[in-house]
């Protein structure tokens, strides 16, 4: 069974940065899509950033240019090095895995199958 945990969450003023981590475990990092979700108080989850098996990436718009997705195979870890914060990027993040995934598929969280359980991100001013 493959299990997520986030950490790297935590306030910070606007225009800051934060890196979050997703450590895997019960399964290796590069053998999944792996995506990055949010999901802010009374809204839906949503799609940030992904990584497909073979390393192509998708983001959201809105985080172009600031957000950068990677991953370390020997630490088997994913990664979201998030830049230029804004009011807007406040929300829980979420790590997600899931198998041969196309590259429209990395955009819906429906389609993986693992989870972790969060990671808040508070952006203040």
């Known amino acids: 069974q493959v299990q997520l945990v986030e950490s790297g969450g935590g306030l910070v003023q606007a225009g800051g940065s934060l890196r979050l981590s997703c450590a895997v475990s019960?399964?290796?990092?590069?053998?999944?899509?792996m995506g990055w979700f949010r999901q802010a108080p009374g809204k839906e989850r949503e799609f940030v950033r992904a990584?497909?098996?073979?390393?192509?990436?998708a983001y959201t718009d809105s985080v172009k240019g600031r957000f950068t997705i990677s991953r370390d195979n020997a630490k088997n870890t994913l990664y979201l090095q998030m830049n230029s914060l804004q009011f807007d990027d406040a929300a829980v993040y979420y790590c997600a895995a899931g198998g041969s995934l196309t590259m429209p598929s990395l955009r819906r969280p429906g389609a993986y199958d693992y989870w972790g359980q969060g990671t808040q991100v508070t952006v203040s001013s």
């Open positions: 990584i497909s098996r073979s390393g192509l990436t």
């Open positions: 019960g399964g290796t990092v590069g053998s999944y899509a």
